[in-house]
């Protein structure tokens, strides 16, 4: 009975898709009112929530392959963004070759310009790669090693020098010839801190403040063309001043897991899902990048049309404030980018 229902409402979303256009030689053409556009829209959709319904009775009852129904899921969801209208609130693709107006980024750290191929492109040298070692590496090794043996030897003799010199000052102070302040006086009043060098490349970043509803729909096309020990790009959407919470969509090129979505506020970073397998995306080509949020929380991350990613996270309630695209390594550049309001 489930099966055939099913069916028969597959069949009827296929009876409900738009007519194709007569042929030339046809005395009639397609007709239909002002506002079927409309209509079809929200027929399709009460078409999708049945549809969704019967697939979720058939999970329950364990009535078909999990994965059949996903992918059911995916297809209807897919087909019911695609014909429901959207509202663009963000939308570049860099043509003017000026991101700093119409609309406007603020870049907050780093490097970023126009190229007039691939759009908005940004480069952060990554760390250098690893070493080995080699027969004379361990030969000066171990050189090292005894020429440091010798100067522990000296480091001893001078702990006794200093200890000997301790129980004097000690001993002086007892007697009353030195005072407790002499002891912490300098004729350099200068304060010394000890340079640790930087722990890598200093991030670029760069946002965009706009008004994004809870619910929206995000699609980046880009090409990257370093894949490395560190690279990393990062596509923030963040609430209040300072992007202090939100969710977060990093690529990882070259590595395991390769597709990783977040959320983040204060307190730090709590990873929400991933994609485990590599992508490979260094090919020279475009690709699309899309992030969607349903106003029941369900979030999809997909490259090239496939959701590589789907959870429901229900922590962040409130609109967001802007979008940020974050270098933390790598050679990125954004062909284009749009964001759209899925209420």
Do not use: C
């Not at 090239?304 to 922590?315: E, F, H, N, Y």
Request: net charge negative.
């Amino acid at each position: 009975m489930l099966r055939r229902q099913l069916a028969t409402l597959l069949l009827a979303g296929a009876l409900a898709a738009p007519a194709v256009a007569a042929d030339d030689g046809s005395r009639y053409s397609e007709w239909r009112p002002d506002d079927a556009g409309a209509s079809g829209a929200a027929a399709l959709e009460a078409l999708a929530r049945e549809l969704e319904a019967l697939i979720d009775e058939a999970d329950r009852a364990r009535a078909a392959d999990p994965r059949f129904l996903q992918d059911l899921r995916d297809r209807i969801a897919a087909h019911v963004a695609d014909a429901r209208p959207r509202e663009a609130l963000i939308r570049d693709d860099f043509t003017d070759g000026d991101y700093t107006d119409d609309p406007r980024w603020t870049v907050g750290s780093g490097d970023f310009s126009v190229d007039p191929v691939l759009g908005l492109r940004t480069m952060v040298a990554l760390p250098e790669a690893g070493w080995s070692l080699s027969e004379d590496a361990i030969d000066t090794i171990i050189e090292t090693g005894d020429a440091l043996l010798e100067s522990g030897d000296e480091l001893l003799e001078s702990s006794d020098e200093l200890l000997e010199s301790g129980k004097d000052a000690i001993d002086d102070l007892l007697s009353g010839e030195t005072k407790l302040g002499d002891l912490f006086e300098s004729d350099d009043d200068e304060v010394v801190t000890e340079d640790t060098g930087a722990d890598g490349p200093e991030p670029a970043e760069i946002t965009l403040e706009a008004a994004i509803p809870n619910a929206f729909l995000l699609e980046m096309e880009m090409t990257s063309r370093v894949a490395g020990k560190g690279a990393q790009l990062e596509i923030d959407l963040f609430q209040g001043r300072g992007g202090s919470a939100g969710y977060r969509l990093s690529y990882l090129p070259g590595a395991r897991p390769a597709l990783v979505l977040s959320r983040f506020n204060r307190r730090g970073v709590t990873v929400i899902g991933e994609h485990g397998g590599r992508l490979g995306l260094e090919d020279g080509g475009s690709h699309a990048i899309a992030l969607s949020r349903e106003s029941d929380g369900t979030m999809t991350a997909s490259v090239d049309g496939t959701p590589l990613v789907r959870v429901k996270s229900s922590a962040l309630d409130d609109p967001f404030d802007g979008v940020s695209l974050v270098n933390g390594g790598g050679d990125y550049a954004v062909r284009s980018i749009a964001v759209y309001g899925d209420e």
